[in-house]
Nanobody, 125 residues
Framework: QVQLVESGGGLVQAGGSLRLSCAASERTFSDYAMGWFRQAPGKEREFVAAISRNGGIRDYADSVKGRFTISRDNAKNTVTLQMNSLKPDDTAVYYC??????????????????WGQGTQVTVSS
């Protein structure tokens, strides 16, 4: 069982930046591909970014490409989402997730086995 804890959310003005972190309890963190998803009120949970086990493959939703950067530190069991040039449309609860069945990455919610509790990101206009 992998426990994931997100941190770093908050309120920021449009154009600002936030850095989300996700800490994993699993000692074999490098066995898991990691993803970030978000869910706005009344909407389905959507893919934001994902990173492969060794960090060699990174994938981003078109809506965040060029503004967000996903990274991981396997020695510290953490995955980070640096979010720049934030827009009001980025407002959502952000979740990190882990899955161990593939070497690459996935954009599908159903691919991920473990989820954090989420952290709120609010971008004001």
């Amino acid at each position: 069982q992998v426990q994931l804890v997100e941190s770093g959310g908050g309120l920021v003005q449009a154009g600002g930046s936030l850095r989300l972190s996700c800490a994993a309890s699993e000692r074999t963190f490098s066995d898991y591909a990691m993803g970030w998803f978000r869910q706005a009120p009344g909407k389905e949970r959507e893919f934001v970014a994902a990173i492969s086990r060794n960090g060699g493959i990174r994938d981003y939703a078109d809506s965040v490409k060029g503004r967000f950067t996903i990274s991981r530190d396997n020695a510290k069991n953490t995955v980070t989402l640096q979010m720049n040039s934030l827009k009001p449309d980025d407002t959502a609860v952000y979740y990190c997730a882990a899955e161990s069945r593939r070497w690459g990455t996935s954009r599908e919610v159903s691919s991920y086995d473990y989820w954090g509790q989420g952290t709120q990101v609010t971008v004001s206009s």
